[in-house]
């Protein structure tokens, strides 16, 4: 497939990209070396391919949600900078008239 400069230069303007003249030649050859190579990737053989979303298969790396015995109200509390013993102390942010 041959791209034309006039191509390259609408692919630029659809992606909002301001492209030089010379710029302009050399993003023509990029252009047509990856179009090019998308034509030799539609050549393969698909037909025993089935759909995936990835090309790797992918394993949750996070940790199984149990439940589990929670912090101590002291323990979390202990390194607060205001505290009545019961609740964290924090600035009031919004008035309340």
């Given at each position: ?41 539609n ?21 199984a ?23 964290f ?9």
């Amino acid at each position: 497939m041959d791209l034309s400069r006039d191509d390259v230069r609408k692919v630029a303007e659809l992606a909002r990209l301001k492209i030089t003249d010379e710029e302009l030649e050399t993003l023509a050859c990029d252009l047509r070396a990856i179009v090019g190579y998308v034509q030799v990737l539609n050549e393969v053989d698909t037909t025993d391919v089935a759909p995936m979303v990835h090309a790797v298969e992918l394993n949750n790396v996070l940790r199984a949600d149990l439940p589990v015995e929670s912090l101590p109200r002291s323990a979390a509390l202990s390194n607060a900078p205001r505290t009545d013993g019961e609740y964290f102390l924090v600035p009031a942010i919004i008035d309340s008239e």
